[in-house]
Every structure is written in structure tokens, then in C-alpha cells.
């Protein structure tokens, strides 16, 4: 494309943006759809057929009025479909039927077209599933089959554990049942902002009809609004009205709505109506796949033992694997050969260092604080009541198992105990993982292990 083409490819691209409303444009016109004019023909690619068509179906008539009032003369406008090496021969035969060129006046707009290297569209297809997630995983796969049984669907977890993917992928799945605009995607961040936006100039109206006249709503990120007390109202209304309307919500955040301050009680309640799931850090097998299928997508060459040895010791996060991987790709192109094993451990030793931040009672006792919803006071007190004692057993054990300190200066931190105390409490909590216990939250009971795994996660 030359420079002129270009540019008006992005007025093109920018007028249908301001026609259709941004919002609009960025649902179905993301990353994935690409455009592309040469001589007197614009090219609009869509990843499937289906989407081709709809794109085709809705939006044909607004690109042909933009591109004529901005580039002046007759285009042909062409809807195809991205080829891939994939493609089943059945499919190839909807392809051809289906991918018609419709010729238009037209006129043209930036070139967006992501590069090839560009991250795919997060779909079912590219999730990992394993133990940490085959619970959302398999929620998921029924909501979209039978949208409205289970509503709403909250998932919850630390960063890098696969939430956004997971909500994308249910996003994209709808996308292609239901009319467009009616599957909707958004962090609490943006809802904030669109509604102020409304609420600035005066377009509450349209901001409620947006977000209220849905069939699936999936909203990230939802700890945002803590500490907005307008756009949780707000949002409370959206819930409570598409929740008696039968419609499909969708939502996550880092922990239990329960755990949120601010939400409201009677928000948290009907986000904890549906089904409430937790998804944990990817666990070693996951990281791998992760790491594998990462290094096949952006054709690596690097050795599996290098691969097994990243996954191992960078923590349980798929950003962090993927960005020392990288790490890994940099060093072999600068080198000009493959990386030996010790090379590699080498070159990634501040990462690795980055990872073994040492863990302190200091760290353990915030944790548990925050994780069970009480006070440093009353974790250190000679209170007996399960709510008190269990969480102060659990700091103990998890103080045995992180850091160097001696049953002695265990107990004399929390609150002068003996060291028999400190015994006791790791023989009782290695009972309850054991025998697979549950354990009293502020919120109600879960599994040991669970708990373990969420107070690790404030490390």
C-alpha cells in the first residue's frame, strides 16, 4: 500500500468508527478483522465465515457511504475470509459460497492489519485447561451451550491465572450466536468511564439501553469500583436488571465478591447467586503446554530442557514464563546458536532471584490478615474461637514451611506461645490437609488447600 492509499485507509477507518459509535466498531471490528486498499479495492478480512458475513450483512452500506464521501470515487469493496492451512475441505466449500464480493462506492482508512506475530484472539481453542481452571473451564463451555442457566458466573484469582483469556473465550463464542451488540465485553475500568462519560453528557439513557438491552454481559476486572460508589449503584441496577430478564452475566475479579469491600451486601449477594468459581495459578503441567504451545506460535527454537527448566522455577504465572522465554529468544539471535542448559541458567539468574523473593512471618501474617478478614491484634490474642485459633494454626504451619525461624520464635510471634503450640498447630494442619478439611472464611467454609493456595497468593 503507498502512503496516500494508507492514509486514506485510515479516514476510512475513522469515520465508520464515528458512524457506527467507537464502541460498536471495537466489538466487531477488532485486531482480527483486517483491512487493506490497493488501487480501486478495499479489502475487509474477517478470521471466519461467519463473521465475514455478518460484517458483510450490517455494516456493508455505512463502509460504502464513508468511503465515498471520503475518498471521492467509486471502490470495489471486497468481504473475505483469513485462508489458513487448516482449513477442512467442507469448510473450504462455505468459504467460497459464502465469502461473495460485493462491489460499492467506497472510500479508505488506516491500515490496521496487526502484524503476524501479533497475539491471537483468545478463544476455548488456545486455553490450557487443567486442574487449576477445569472447573470455570467446564461452567463456561455450559453457559454457552445453555446461556442463562447459570448466571451469574463469577470467577476469581490472582493476575496471570487466565481470567481475561477465559472471559474472552466465552465472548467469543456468543459473538457468534447471538445478534451484534448483544454479546457485550468490558472491564469495570471502562464501564466506569462510559458512565460518567453518559452521566456528563446527559446520555444515562443510552449508557442503561447499551448495557441493560443484552443477552450476555461480561464485565473484568470488578474491584475497580470499590471506592466508586455511583458506578456500583450503577452497576448493581445493570445486575439486578439483566438478572430478571434471564440474561447471561459473566464476571471476575482477584477475589470472592465476598472479599471485596465496598461492593454492598446486597450486590455481593447476587453476584454470589450464580455459580462462584476459583481459578488458581496454572500448575506445572499447565505452564508447560503454555510455554510449548507459545513457543510454536512464535516458532522458537529452543530446547525442551530449557523449557522444562524455565516452567519449573519461574512462579506460576504465564507472563513471567513467556517473558523469559523471550529472554531465551534475544540471547540466541544475539549469539547466533542454541543455548546450552547451563547457558540459560546463567543468563536467567536475576529472574530467578526476582522469583525466590524470600518470604517472611511478617509477609505470612499480612496474608492470613487478609485472606480471613481479621486483625493482626486478634490473630496475635489468646482468643480460642475457631474464626481466631485456625487461621493462627495455618500462619504457623506456612511459617514452617517458608522461612528458617525455629518452632520458639514461631510462638513468640504470635503471641508468646510455646514451641509445643507451634508443634501442634503443623500436626493439626498437615491432619487437615490430609484428610482434605475444610476451613472457616468470613464468607463461609473452604478446603484447606484452597485457602492455602489464596494466602499464597498475597506472598
Request: hydrophobic share 40%; with cysteine.
Amino acid at each position: 500500500m503507498t502512503k496516500d492509499e494508507q492514509n486514506i485507509l485510515s479516514a476510512i477507518r475513522n469515520d465508520v468508527a464515528d458512524k457506527i459509535g467507537n464502541q460498536i466498531f471495537e466489538l466487531w471490528f477488532d485486531r482480527s478483522v483486517q483491512w487493506n486498499l490497493s488501487a480501486s479495492t478495499l479489502s475487509i478480512t474477517a478470521p471466519t465465515a461467519f463473521a465475514m458475513e455478518r460484517l458483510r450483512r450490517v455494516y456493508q452500506r455505512d463502509i460504502a457511504e464513508v468511503a465515498r464521501r471520503v475518498d471521492g470515487q467509486s471502490l470495489q469493496i471486497e468481504f473475505t475470509v483469513e485462508s489458513t492451512s487448516c482449513t477442512s475441505q467442507d469448510n473450504q466449500g462455505l468459504l467460497e459460497t459464502t465469502a461473495k464480493v460485493s462491489t460499492l462506492t467506497a472510500s479508505t482508512s488506516r491500515d490496521d492489519t496487526p502484524p503476524a506475530n501479533a497475539q491471537p484472539r483468545p478463544t476455548f481453542s488456545n486455553l490450557v485447561c487443567g486442574a487449576s481452571n477445569q472447573i470455570a473451564f467446564g461452567a463456561s463451555q455450559a453457559i454457552v451451550e445453555s446461556p442463562g442457566t447459570i448466571s451469574p458466573l463469577y470467577v476469581y484469582g490472582p493476575s496471570g491465572s487466565g481470567k481475561t483469556h477465559l472471559l474472552q473465550s466465552i465472548w467469543d463464542e456468543f459473538r457468534d450466536r447471538v445478534k451484534p451488540g448483544r454479546a457485550m465485553y468490558l472491564t469495570a475500568e471502562q464501564f466506569t468511564t462510559q458512565f460518567l462519560e453518559g452521566l456528563q453528557g446527559k446520555g444515562l439513557a443510552s449508557f442503561r439501553r447499551r448495557y441493560r438491552d443484552v443477552d450476555v454481559l461480561l464485565i473484568d476486572q470488578i474491584e475497580f469500583f470499590v471506592g466508586k460508589s455511583a458506578t456500583t449503584l450503577e452497576f448493581h441496577y445493570t445486575v439486578d436488571s439483566l438478572l430478571r430478564s434471564g440474561k447471561q452475566l459473566i464476571f471476575s475479579a482477584k477475589a470472592p465478591a465476598t472479599e471485596i469491600a465496598g461492593l454492598g451486601a446486597d450486590l455481593v449477594a447476587r453476584l454470589s447467586s450464580g455459580l462462584v468459581c476459583n481459578i488458581a495459578p496454572p500448575d506445572e503441567s499447565m505452564r508447560l503446554q503454555i510455554a510449548q504451545q507459545y513457543c510454536s506460535r512464535h516458532q522458537l527454537d529452543i530446547s525442551s530442557e530449557i523449557v522444562l527448566m524455565l516452567v519449573r522455577r519461574v512462579q506460576p504465572d504465564a507472563r513471567h514464563v513467556q517473558g523469559a522465554l523471550n529472554r531465551i529468544r534475544i540471547l540466541q539471535q544475539v549469539t547466533g546458536t542454541g543455548l546450552t542448559l547451563r547457558q540459560a541458567e546463567e543468563q536467567l539468574h536475576d529472574l530467578f532471584q526476582c522469583v525466590q523473593r524470600p518470604v517472611g512471618i511478617q509477609d505470612i501474617e499480612k496474608a492470613i490478615c487478609k485472606t480471613f478478614g481479621i486483625d493482626k491484634k486478634s490473630l496475635r490474642s489468646n482468643g480460642k474461637i475457631k474464626s481466631i485459633s485456625h487461621p493462627r494454626m495455618l500462619a504457623m504451619w506456612l511459617a514452617r514451611k517458608y522461612t528458617r525461624a525455629a518452632y520458639s520464635e514461631i510462638g513468640e510471634f504470635f503471641g508468646n506461645r510455646a514451641h509445643t503450640t507451634v508443634i501442634s498447630a503443623n500436626r493439626r494442619v498437615a491432619g487437615w490437609i490430609q484428610s482434605d478439611a475444610s476451613i472457616t472464611m468470613a464468607y463461609g467454609e473452604c478446603r484447606v488447600v484452597d485457602a492455602i493456595k489464596r494466602v499464597e497468593a498475597h506472598f
